[in-house]
């Protein structure tokens, strides 16, 4: 692949708000394992190696389990992930699949199991997850 655009170096101030808007994430109350959960299936979806790669070694770090982690493309089939689990990563696929929009049916079941603060960390983690997905396959990082 010829090399492509370097954001942080071209577009500093942009690049920074990124990093202002994941470390505001860092700070959430959400979860390690509700971060990592959002983070590895938008990555799965958008075809993002690199943060797909990046994002199951740190679920890893935080005690996350080899099967939990193989399962998520799955996670529908899968009766390892509680009710709380499977509503982030029901709603992670229809932030990211946008196009197709957030249903009722999604939205409601995790307003109902999440307070208004924790449901919005979740968006607002989707959508920061998103945006380094379209960063890093924009710009051709690749995965080690």
């Known amino acids: 692949m010829k090399p492509r655009i370097v954001i942080p170096t071209v577009s500093p101030d942009a690049y920074q708000a990124l990093m202002n808007l ?3 994430i860092s700070k959430t109350s959400l979860t390690p394992t509700h971060k990592e959960l959002i983070k590895i299936r938008a990555s799965q979806i958008n075809g993002c190696a690199f ?3 990046m994002h199951t070694a740190d679920a890893r770090k935080y005690g996350e389990t080899e099967q939990r982690i193989y399962l998520i493309s799955a996670w ?10 499977k509503a982030i990563l029901a709603l992670t696929e229809e932030v990211t699949l946008i196009s197709n929009h957030v249903s009722e049916e999604t939205y409601q079941n995790a307003a109902r199991l999440f307070d208004e603060k924790y449901l919005a960390e979740i968006i607002l983690a989707i959508i920061t997850i998103n945006s380094w997905n379209r960063f890093a396959i924009t710009t051709g990082l690749r995965a080690v």
Request: charged share 45%; glycine share 0%.
């Open 51 to 53: 943060c797909i790669n």
């Open 22 to 24: 994941e470390s505001y």
């Open 76 to 85: 529908r089939e899968a009766d390892i992930y509680t009710e709380e689990e």
